[in-house]
């Protein structure tokens, strides 16, 4: 079955892991290993059809080893992650799409999502909507504030990807 590669990438701690495990398992476990690197296969539906994906969940400081350049390369779609609980985790996010698009060598828009964590950690809340406001305009691409753990709008944020997926990259 033809499959759709999304690659997630973000700072460490910022829970890339417990996002695709939300998504693909449906729960969330509150300790993941921050070394892991896997690939998780998923299929489900959208829009009364079937889509398959392929999402790898990227750990480490070195965010782009040679093995992840590949894959950066062959990839459909990409989300950006960063906790609503620290500013910095966004700036990140600034550097971590540059490098996408300077690896990808071509203008053409590439399918993207960006998603805000922890949004259940209001007291601990660092990043304003008005500033997400201003990146979304800045780079026009969507973003996503959701929770994990309470699972509030992560299908929303994975389907959004799914659809300019298929947009850009239609099953043959
Ligand atoms: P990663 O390094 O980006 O993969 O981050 P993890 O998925 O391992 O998450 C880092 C920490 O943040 C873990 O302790 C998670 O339980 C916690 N975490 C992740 N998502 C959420 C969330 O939506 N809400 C809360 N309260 N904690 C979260
Ligand atoms: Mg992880």
């Known amino acids: 079955m033809h499959r759709h590669k999304v690659v997630v990438f973000g700072a460490g701690g910022v829970g890339k892991s417990a996002l695709i495990t939300r998504f693909v398992k449906g729960n969330f476990l509150s ?19 079937t889509f398959s994906l392929e999402i790898l969940d990227t750990a480490g400081a070195d965010q782009f080893c040679a093995p992840q350049e590949r894959y950066i390369k062959s990839a459909h779609g990409f989300i950006l992650v960063f906790s609503l609980t ?6 990140e996010i600034e550097d971590l799409r540059q490098r996408i698009y300077h690896l990808r060598g071509d203008n053409r828009p590439i399918p993207l999502v960006v998603v805000g964590t922890k949004l259940d950690l209001t007291t601990e809340r660092e990043v304003p909507q008005e500033l997400i406001r201003r990146y979304a305009v800045r780079w026009g691409v969507p973003f996503y504030e959701t ?5 509030w709008n992560v299908r929303p ?12 990259f239609p099953y043959p």
Request: proline fraction near 2%.
């Open 31 to 49: 300790n993941y290993d921050p070394t892991i690197e896997e690939v998780y296969e998923c299929t489900s539906q959208i829009d009364g059809t």
């Open 86 to 91: 620290q500013e910095t985790s966004l700036r």
């Open 157 to 168: 944020s994975f389907e959004d990807l799914v659809r300019q997926m298929r947009t850009r």
């Open 147 to 151: 929770s994990a753990k309470r699972n």
